[in-house]
């Protein structure tokens, strides 16, 4: 498989750290964006502060995909939130080969699609109700992508690299048919990639700090280091990482260690911001379907109490429904 032609669709931190890194390895990169976003975009290109190097590139950008034409490789860097808005409007990107490569949190909609254990098969309302996204998608041509990269906004518009650059693949069935050469255009990127012998546990094993470090983050409006810092934040932490990873056992997939016996981040990784706390900084939509109700729906299928995250959820539907208004 040659792979040239790319194009990220919705390039926010982490997509536009791709956008970036992808066009100073040689690719001929597009972003499929939304329409106020085009002509700052186009005129301004994307600056990422990486460690000693500013970087600057400027992808072709627009807001339809009929006018960037078909490509190698589609990359979907959206939030779960747009997830369901953006699925139908892709099909002029792709050719009958073209993979799409989902950079995800929480649980995907994909993830029972050719799951081998409990819940084979299954639909998640949370995250797919009446099949508005899977039926916009040949999951064959489908990748998950599970990444651990700290990427944030500076005041003035750049983005900033503060920590991380590790990507795990995996088709939902977990063939790993042409994953490699789509590793490699990652790899060439600079970004440490592996194929995974499961995406399904990659997913879930991040989802442990999804579930606990985000949400608390976007609650509270508060860095890693300071929730690291309160005692009773931390047990609250732990207590959903605990719940998540009983989820996970259920599953008949690996829970990982008790998170109280982790050893803590270094120093750039506590103080940095958690996506869903940009989020609500930046006034956006918060992910807190594939995060949290994702989980308490799974949890609720196989009979796994999941209060914490229960009250968690609930606390934090009615916190962004709250900013929503007052920006409204």
């Known amino acids: 498989m040659t792979i040239s032609r790319i194009c990220i669709v919705g390039p926010g931190a982490i997509g536009g750290m791709m956008a970036v890194k992808m066009i100073k390895a040689g690719f001929d990169v597009s972003a499929l964006v939304r329409p106020a976003r085009v002509e700052a975009m186009g005129a301004a290109g994307i600056t990422l502060h990486d460690g000693d190097d500013i970087l600057h590139a400027t992808p072709k950008v627009a807001s339809t995909a009929d006018a960037l ?29 073209t993979p799409v490569v989902q950079i995800m949190n929480g649980i995907p909609w994909w993830f029972f699609e050719a799951f081998d254990g409990p819940l084979q098969g299954t639909q998640l309302d949370s995250v797919d ?6 039926r916009h998608f040949d999951v064959n041509r489908y990748i998950g992508g599970v990444i651990n990269c700290g990427v944030s906004w500076r005041d003035d518009g750049a983005l900033s690299h503060d920590h991380s650059n590790q990507l795990y693949l ?12 789509i590793a490699s255009v ?5 970004y440490n990639t592996d194929i995974a012998e499961s995406i399904h546990q ?3 094993s991040k989802l ?10 976007a609650l509270t409006m508060a860095t890693i280091d300071r929730l690291l810092d309160d005692e009773l934040v931390s047990d609250t932490l732990i207590g959903l990482m605990n719940e998540g990873r009983a989820v996970t056992k259920a599953l008949g997939l690996d829970p990982g260690p008790d998170p109280a ?3 803590k981040g270094g120093a750039k990784l506590k103080a940095s911001k958690t996506s869903m706390l940009q989020d609500m900084e930046r006034g956006k939509p918060i992910e807190i379907d594939s995060i949290l109700a994702s989980v308490i729906e799974v949890a609720g299928l196989l009979d796994v109490p999941v209060p914490l995250a229960r009250t968690v959820y609930g606390l934090l539907r009615v916190r962004q429904q709250t900013a929503l208004a007052v920006r409204a």
């Open 69 to 97: 034409g078909l490509q190698d490789l589609v990359i979907l860097t959206v939030k779960e939130t747009a997830l369901k808005d953006v699925a139908p409007s892709i099909g002029p990107l792709l050719d009958v080969n």
């Open 129 to 134: 109700r009446d099949g508005c996204v899977s």
């Open 170 to 181: 995996g088709r939902p069935d977990n063939n790993r048919d042409g994953t490699e050469d």
């Open 186 to 190: 990652f790899r060439s990127a600079g």
């Open 202 to 204: 990659q997913v879930m």
């Open 208 to 217: 442990l700090a999804n579930i606990s470090f985000n949400p608390v983050s």
């Open 261 to 263: 016996a982790r050893p």
